[in-house]
């Protein structure tokens, strides 16, 4: 068995469910079934293991930007929703699978709680993406709205990763429908995509009142 490798996902499983600081290096041992001096000597301190995590999985990350790229070389149809596409498909395919899963829960942790061991790793994997992706929604709703500013962007992509986050990460849905929806089911990513992308429309009519958003196919 590869031990490093049980470690890792010992430590991502354990850091989702309940929390960095509520995880210790001897909980992670154990739950890799591992002695206690292996952790550290695959990954140094318990922040050196949280930070291997996010660099395991770096390349979700890219795989978004990639996505970004494409969306913003397509000159058909709406941009705009192949930006949201671009934004949350990834992190929703990861959520569906069994490999991903926990990554996927932790990665929602962090940007909910952002603590100092959190705040570093947002700062660090996280923030250039989102700039990447606000300079992209700028660029697109600003065709649209020729007023729109980076602010009110800025608001716009912090409220579509709040609706990615909560879908990601959310199990009441399946009481509120009695039953009928399930948790974090992709099968829902049109409908998500779709609420994001006018749900940004709307909020640049309601700070630009005197223009009519073009209609798209």
């Not at 300079?135 to 709703?141: D, G, I, M, S, V």
């Amino acid at each position: 068995p590869d031990r490093r490798q049980n470690i890792l996902l010992a430590a991502e499983k354990l850091f989702a469910k309940h929390g960095y600081h509520a995880v210790s290096i001897r909980h992670i041992a154990d739950e890799a079934q591992v002695p206690l001096a292996l952790v550290g000597y695959y990954f140094g301190a318990k922040h050196e293991l949280y930070h291997a995590i996010f660099e395991h999985w770096s390349t979700t990350i890219n795989e978004r930007l990639a996505a970004l790229a494409l969306a913003m070389a397509d000159e058909s149809g709406d941009r705009l929703t192949r930006i949201v596409e671009a934004f949350i498909a990834p992190v929703i395919r990861l959520r569906a699978s069994a490999e991903g899963e926990y990554y996927a829960l932790l990665m929602t942790r962090g940007l909910a709680l952002q603590s100092e061991e959190e705040d570093a790793i947002i700062r660090e994997f996280f923030d250039p993406m989102a700039r990447a992706f606000i300079e992209a929604f700028h660029t697109t709703l600003a065709t649209e709205f020729p007023g729109a500013t980076q602010p009110q962007i800025v608001w716009c992509y912090q409220f579509a990763l709040g609706a990615l986050l909560h879908h990601i990460s959310d199990q009441r849905v399946h009481r509120l429908s009695q039953g009928e929806n399930r948790p974090n089911d992709p099968i829902v990513m049109p409908q998500l995509v779709a609420f994001i992308a006018h749900g940004m429309r709307g909020a640049m009519l309601h700070s630009h009142p005197s223009v009519s958003a073009r209609k798209k196919p």
